[in-house]
């Protein structure tokens, strides 16, 4: 499949005509007549202007199709109620019931087992080269029984830079968007020891090939709506397989979410946007700062709105706090059992650092300035500040003094710009 891109000149966004010729280009392409299609889309974590994207594709292929549904792809975050999937689609009640009323929607259900269905295995040999010998160990893949009902599945989901995978979209919509645990928990973890800085903005990593290989078990026709994202508008649109479709996508997403520095700071007020309702999400403000913060500084994430961990799982990571990677490596006989998406999201907001004789040295310190009590934070091993005490305005212009500010942190990524990211042992 041919991948079918548009992007906007710098500053300026994808006029109605340009997205509906993207749409048209693939119908074009794929063959959709008579066929059950399920389209992947990204939860409300995820800024992208999903509504005009569906809506153009419903319109070009609901004709066609036997049927149009939709998919949450959840990953481990809660389920979306029915509001919340409305305001995600950017459908009125209205709309709902009479537009796309045959359109079914499901939230993906990962700790389900009667949810999922096991397409097969990636031996160990492959592991072991595809992450340079850290890891040598089969890699069960499952996904969602429900979507293999379907002819095709489509991705309608945003490129940013991530701190798993080195940017998001494409197959990461299936592992973990609609995925089972084991796959998710292993390469979250391989991300983690290589590092979050060593990950995030890159994009053939080592994790993202593992991606890719399950996808390539899953017996449905794929294709993929990648979206480049600049608030709410459409940057770039590419749309193709989701192999072809993501590789073209990141790279725009490099050149619009990458933001390189002549400096590192001491201090750092991240504030985290409404969507991130709990630490789980909200540590984005952490993962895409770090490279920019000095060495002994300190990022705070500000989030007077947040007071939840994790609803999912925050009684875990309350057992063992936010740590470094050596912290978990020098002692995995300890930990090798809990979930390693956990230990990887504790290792990706805590930050690189050292564990040595028994104590740990963070490079950096990370405080949370959110609704979560001091004896929480510290329970978790994180810093505390009353949210009410700061104000964000003293934070501005004081980049030459070392400080600096990002009113709306978690999607765009900062780089030193002389050096490579801070990668730690």
Request: glycine residues 8%.
């Amino acid at each position: 499949m041919k991948c079918i891109s548009e992007a906007a000149a710098v500053g300026a966004s994808l006029s109605p005509e340009q997205v509906e010729q993207v749409v048209l280009k693939l119908r074009d392409q794929a063959e959709f007549t008579g066929k059950k299609v399920l389209c992947i889309v990204p939860d409300g974590t995820r800024t992208a202007p999903l509504g005009q994207l569906f809506r153009v594709f419903h319109d070009q292929v609901a004709g066609r199709a036997a049927v149009i549904d939709v998919m949450v792809a959840l990953g481990t975050h809660p389920p979306m109620s029915e509001e919340a999937i409305l305001q995600r689609m950017e459908w009125t009640p209205e709309e709902r019931q009479n537009k796309y009323g045959k359109v079914t929607i499901f939230n993906h259900s990962w700790d389900d087992p009667a949810s999922l269905e096991t397409l097969g295995t990636i031996p160990a040999s492959e592991i072991e080269e595809i992450s340079g010998g850290m890891f040598a160990m089969d890699v069960p893949v499952q996904l969602n029984r429900k979507a293999l009902e379907y002819d095709w599945l489509v991705v309608m989901g945003p490129v940013f830079p991530h701190e798993v995978v080195g940017f998001s979209g494409g197959n990461k919509y299936f592992f973990p968007g609609i995925g089972g645990p084991e796959i998710l928990n292993f390469f979250h973890w391989l991300g983690a020891v290589v590092t979050n800085p060593m990950i995030i903005g890159n994009k053939w990593t080592p994790v993202r090939k593992v991606v890719d290989r399950a996808a390539a078990l899953i017996p449905c026709e794929r294709a993929s709506f990648c979206m480049v994202a600049d608030s709410s508008r459409y940057a770039g649109l590419f749309a193709g397989t989701p192999e072809g479709a993501w590789d073209e996508a990141s790279d725009l997403s490099a050149q619009l979410h990458i933001v390189y520095k002549d400096r590192a700071y001491a201090q750092i007020l991240s504030a985290a946007p409404p969507m991130y309702d709990e630490l789980w999400v909200a540590g984005k403000c952490m993962y895409k700062l770090e490279p920019i913060v000095a060495d002994g500084g300190e990022l705070i994430i500000y989030a007077p709105h947040l007071s939840e961990v994790s609803e999912v799982h925050g009684k875990l990571i309350r057992e063992i706090g936010y740590h470094c990677r050596d912290y978990f490596l020098k002692q995995w006989d300890k930990f090798k059992d809990y979930p390693w998406g956990i230990l990887a999201h504790s290792t990706h907001v805590h930050g690189i650092g050292s564990y040595e004789d028994g104590a740990e040295t963070p490079r950096v310190q990370v405080t949370l300035a959110t609704r979560i009590p001091e004896k929480e934070c510290r329970q978790i091993n994180l810093g505390y500040r009353d949210p009410d005490s700061i104000n964000p305005a003293d934070f501005k212009n004081l980049e030459d003094e070392g400080v600096f500010y990002v009113p709306k942190a978690g999607e765009q990524l900062f780089h030193l710009r002389d050096r490579p990211p801070w990668a730690g042992g």
